[in-house]
């Protein structure tokens, strides 16, 4: 067999081994000791003859595959009813082997891996308050959407905790822009209004605009928020 390839091209005897099954295309589960044999200590050869230098782990398994080879060329005893079956000379190596083919499967596997990780980039956390626009939020001194939130969720569970529920079916669409308009023709008239007397209607689609609609008005200063003492009624005032 032509031999193409040097010995440092391969992580250790059991690699090489590997490789020479696979290119003989046998069994792992059934290796043919005589072919391999001959094959692994030919290679051995023809490195020497190279000057390339063969380590002292090459040769070990070199002289194990020709002992096993020896006990396969042995007549096998019988089996006796009740006796254990003889193990196979070669079982061991079959053992080493898959258990190398399965670490290089992993190994294989974490390198394409960290090539993946070289392309992710991680930050590590900081304050984000710097990157916050303060124009979303009310003016200062006033209830924060944050605060807001929380008020809302509160009265939005007791709303649906409690029934029978007040709720009208439209199929018309709610916007943002309607429920603005129709929240200005209310604080025109009452001037001043508890902000939970905006929300009449107890469906995501109109608590959504609502909200939003809210928000927006006091984002362009169209109303103030206000609450004068923690759980007082929250109150929003036409400038």
Do not use: W
């Amino acid at each position: 067999m032509e031999m193409d390839f040097k010995i440092n091209d391969f992580e250790g005897p059991l690699d090489l081994l590997l490789h020479l099954i696979k290119e003989s295309k046998m069994d792992i589960m059934d290796i043919e000791m005589e072919s391999i044999t001959k094959q692994y200590v030919d290679f051995l050869h023809h490195s020497e003859q190279m000057n390339l230098e063969v380590s002292s782990e090459y040769l070990v398994l070199a002289s194990e595959l020709i002992e096993i080879k020896s006990k396969m060329l042995l007549p096998r005893n019988q089996v006796v009813e009740g006796e254990a079956e003889e193990e196979d000379p070669r079982q061991e190596l079959v053992n080493r082997l898959l258990e190398y083919q399965a670490y290089k499967d992993i190994t294989h596997l974490l390198q394409e891996k960290e090539l993946l990780r070289k392309d992710i980039y991680t930050k590590l956390p900081e304050n984000i308050h710097q990157y916050v626009d303060e124009a979303s939020y009310v003016p200062k001194g006033e209830m924060s959407v944050d605060d807001l939130i929380r008020a809302f969720q509160s009265y939005y569970q007791r709303k649906l905790e409690s029934k029978p529920l007040n709720t009208k079916v439209t199929v018309n669409e709610i916007s943002v822009a309607s429920r603005r308009s129709d929240i200005q023709k209310v604080l025109k008239e009452k001037k001043r209004v508890s902000f939970f007397e905006l929300f009449p209607v107890v469906s995501k689609e109109y608590i959504v605009a609502t909200f939003l609609a809210i928000l927006e008005m006091a984002k362009n200063r169209e109303l103030v928020i206000m609450q004068d003492r923690d759980f007082d009624d929250i109150i929003c005032e036409v400038v």
